[in-house]
Nanobody, 121 residues
Framework: QVHVVESGGGLVQAGGSLRLSCAAS????????MGWYRQAPGKQRELVAD???????NYADSVKGRFTISRDNAKNTVYLQMNSLKSEDTAVYYC???????????????WGQGTQVTVSS
């Protein structure tokens, strides 16, 4: 079982910055992909950014140039640096991991509980 915990959310003014962190622990052999999703009230959950164990990144068009995702493989941790925040970035941000528990295990998807990011205009 994998435990995923986010931290770093909060209230910030438009134009400001926040850094989210997410740590995965438990029965993990390796984590192939770590990512951040967000869900605003009344909207579907959407991908914000993800990163592979090799460092390849993928961003939503709406955050390109403003957000940066990074990870520390040794610590099973992923970060999301969010700059130039806008009111439309307000949402609950969820961490997602794709991991395998053993060398030959089946891929498991896990989610954190979410952390609220509120950007005031």
């Amino acid at each position: 079982q994998v435990h995923v915990v986010e931290s770093g959310g909060g209230l910030v003014q438009a134009g400001g910055s926040l850094r989210l962190s997410c740590a995965a622990s438990g029965r993990i052999f390796s984590i192939s992909v770590m990512g951040w999703y967000r869900q605003a009230p009344g909207k579907q959950r959407e991908l914000v950014a993800d990163i592979t164990s090799g460092g390849s990144t993928n961003y939503a068009d709406s955050v390109k140039g403003r957000f940066t995702i990074s990870r520390d493989n040794a610590k099973n941790t992923v970060y999301l640096q969010m700059n130039s925040l806008k009111s439309e970035d307000t949402a609950v941000y969820y961490c997602h991991t794709e991991s395998i528990p053993t060398r030959w295990g089946r891929r498991i998807d896990d989610w954190g509980q979410g952390t609220q990011v509120t950007v005031s205009s």
